[in-house]
């Protein structure tokens, strides 16, 4: 069964808020989120592995190609995505900032896929207010 990548995220979203507002309540909401982010990367990235390579963000999906691109290019891709479809979800929930926590730091760890010479900087995302993420792929250059 193929499930749409927002509908993950929604049920998701059903399981993790509840476990998240449990943990800001015992731990204070710093060290529940450290936590949950730590705990939410290593399964995300398990969960990708399995899936056989499948990535789940829009701008991994087309910044693939850079596991091909030539090495001598330093700046790879630049993608700016607008749909604020996730954002748009956690504000509803009224959870902006673990939308953030949940969804936006899963991108770089997804983009490790794409080689250890690939770096992603990021530096705005909808889920902080942001109009767009400005996702920026290059090669990482020797020291």
């Not at 969804?103 to 490790?112: H, I, K, N, P, Q």
Request: hydrophobic share 40%.
């Amino acid at each position: 069964m193929d499930v749409p990548v927002l509908e993950q995220a929604r049920i998701q979203a059903r399981v993790l808020v509840p476990i998240v507002k449990a943990l800001e309540d015992e731990l204070g909401a710093e060290r529940a989120h450290a936590l949950s982010g730590r705990c939410w990367a290593i399964s995300t990235v398990a969960m990708a592995r399995s899936s056989g390579g499948r990535r789940s963000r829009p701008a991994l999906d087309r910044g693939w190609h850079l596991r091909s691109a030539p090495s001598r290019a330093a700046t790879l891709s630049t993608i700016d995505v607008n749909r604020r479809r996730y954002a748009e979800f956690y504000r509803e929930l009224g959870e902006p900032e673990l939308g953030f926590l949940l969804v936006c730091s899963a991108d770089f760890l997804f983009s490790e896929g794409f080689g250890a010479d690939i770096e992603l900087t990021r530096t705005q995302t909808p889920m902080q207010g942001a109009s767009h993420c400005d996702f920026r792929y290059r090669r990482k250059t020797a020291d």
